[in-house]
């Protein structure tokens, strides 16, 4: 039975968000607490969590720059704020109820219709 706990504890750890850095929305600093593969919305890039219930959606471009929609917490909408800084994501080997995990960095810059964004973060097990 131990060897079970334990073989348990180990898959739910490996499968566990990462996520590291820090964002400001408006000039406050956001408490990250989970993200999820872009793919689930119908897009390349990653959902961001934050603890106070706001999302932030980073899409990939064909460039490499970071689209960025603003999500207020409670909302199934959000605002386009457009491209914001760059976002640099990839697969990783993983796969959670069919849905690869994904990997990597978003540096955020930008200020448009009463949105500033800004941070730098990284994220990994995002699935």
Known sequence: MRKIFLGVLVVLAACSNKLGGEVEVNGETQTLSSCRNGVVYGFRGVEISMRSGMRLRIAATQTGEARLVYMPSGSSTGTDVGVCGTLAISDQN?????????EGKATL???????????????????
């Open 94 to 102: 993983s796969t959670i109820n069919d849905v690869k995990n994904v």
């Open 109 to 127: 810059d930008c200020a448009t219709d009463g949105f500033t964004i800004k941070g730098e973060l990284s994220f990994s097990n995002c699935h």
